[in-house]
């Protein structure tokens, strides 16, 4: 099983991306997800997360109000649309598999994806 983070690029201040997570393999669909991201120097913060069935959502207060997190389970891919984007936002942005059925910022996180990097230009 893998998961592959793509959607990621060099963006103006104040404009969008959507960045997705796609899970190839022999996947189970009845995970939690969640986004992640590590900013140059900095530790790896956690974005935002979804429940297996997208019906409990947990996102960063330094996001919230910008970025949306979704799934599809048709398709083993999950989203992160970012909105209104900062250069604070710049990072290597990150997809995880949870233990759980949820995904929130003290899950455990047992399958990592490779990373998209995001850089936001002032």
């Known amino acids: 099983v893998q998961l592959q983070a793509s959607g990621g690029g060099l963006v103006k201040g104040g404009g969008s991306l959507r960045l997705s997570c796609a899970a190839s393999?022999?996947?189970?669909?009845?995970?939690?997800m969640g986004w992640f991201r590590q900013a140059p120097g900095k530790e790896r913060e956690f974005v935002a997360g979804?429940?297996?069935?997208?019906?409990?959502?947990s996102t960063a207060d330094s996001v919230k109000g910008r970025f949306t997190i979704s799934r599809d389970r048709t398709k083993n891919t999950v989203y992160l649309q970012m909105n209104s984007l900062k250069p604070e936002d710049t990072g290597v942005y990150y997809c995880?598999?949870?233990?759980?059925?949820?995904?929130?910022?003290?899950?455990?996180?047992?399958?990592w994806g490779q990373g998209t990097l995001v850089t936001v230009s002032s």
């Open positions: 995880a598999k949870s233990r759980t059925a949820v995904a929130g910022p003290g899950s455990e996180y047992t399958l």
């Open positions: 393999g022999r996947t189970s669909s009845n995970n939690g």
């Open positions: 979804i429940a297996w069935n997208g019906g409990l959502i």
